[in-house]
């Protein structure tokens, strides 16, 4: 029976351990292995010629990478939601192109229908319920004066909205991440890591309905959208079950 015991209880450690942060940063919490998913180069979103074309900056001789949403995750446990967000760029990128400066989009989602009931605030770090939210930037280099697309992004910045709480905030730069990665500059071009922690009693969030995360960057080149189902972590389901079994065992060998 003992020998059971410390097998099961040193893989509830490892497991325990490889979930209590990111592999690739010193986050909040391990949602995996890459910070990049499959929102990376993609959009749920159709653009006139692609992604990165005009009028947005990326058929500029910029590129698209430079203005880049590349993954969203979100996860929780008992007591915090855990969101976390990689681009290109930062809280902004700079058009040389345009002369124009573009911003990180706050971070919409909800649950039970109401999809931007809540924000997280990208340049304060606050959690606010949204009242008011906004369009893309109306700047040159935009995609402000495509309504299609325009009405399809969906809010960019939350407005008139009271703040419920902080929302715990990193934001870490990574080199080396990407394969042949734009230079790090005042106006951004690698890649960038944000992550958030939410204290759930700020959300009245029970933990089982779904949550739908969308975001973009201000000149409307990119937007990532998440329909996000609550269900428990694999290593919480792998220790369940070897909690069970090691139960199962014990019980078998009195």
């Not at 947005?56 to 976390?84: I, R």
């Not at 606010?128 to 369009?135: K, L, Q």
């Not at 009405?151 to 715990?168: H, N, Q, Y």
């Not at 890649?191 to 779904?210: A, H, K, P, Q």
Request: aromatic share 16%; glycine share 14%.
């Amino acid at each position: 029976m003992k020998r059971f015991s410390v097998l099961f209880l040193l893989l509830a450690l490892f497991l325990g351990n490889t979930a209590m942060g990111f592999s690739w940063t010193s986050g909040y919490y391990d949602h995996g292995d890459s910070p990049f998913d499959g929102n990376n180069n993609t959009a749920p979103i159709e653009y006139p010629y692609g992604v990165g074309y005009l009028p947005s900056p990326g058929d500029m001789g910029e590129g698209g990478e430079k203005f880049d949403l590349e993954g969203l995750f979100v996860n929780f446990d008992d007591d915090y939601l855990y969101v976390a967000l990689t681009n290109s760029f930062g809280m902004s990128v700079t058009s040389s192109s345009w002369g124009t400066t573009f911003y990180q989009g706050d971070v919409f989602f909800g649950f039970g229908g109401n999809n931007d009931a809540f924000a997280i605030d990208v340049s304060t770090g606050d959690l606010v319920s949204v009242n008011v939210a906004t369009y893309i930037q109306n700047l040159d280099g935009s995609y402000y004066d495509n309504v299609t697309i325009r009405e399809r992004i969906g809010a960019f910045e939350a407005v008139m909205s009271p703040t419920l709480g902080s929302a715990d905030q990193t934001l870490t730069f990574w080199d080396g991440l990407e394969p042949d990665p734009l230079l790090p500059d005042a106006t951004g071009g690698d890649t960038y890591v944000f992550e958030w922690r939410i204290d759930r009693s700020l959300l009245g969030w029970d933990g089982t309905s779904n949550m739908f995360f969308h975001t973009t960057v201000g000149c409307g080149n990119d937007l990532i959208e998440y329909d996000f189902a609550a269900i428990p972590e694999p290593a919480t389901m792998i220790l369940l079950g070897l909690g069970l079994f090691g139960a199962g065992m014990i019980g078998r060998r009195k």
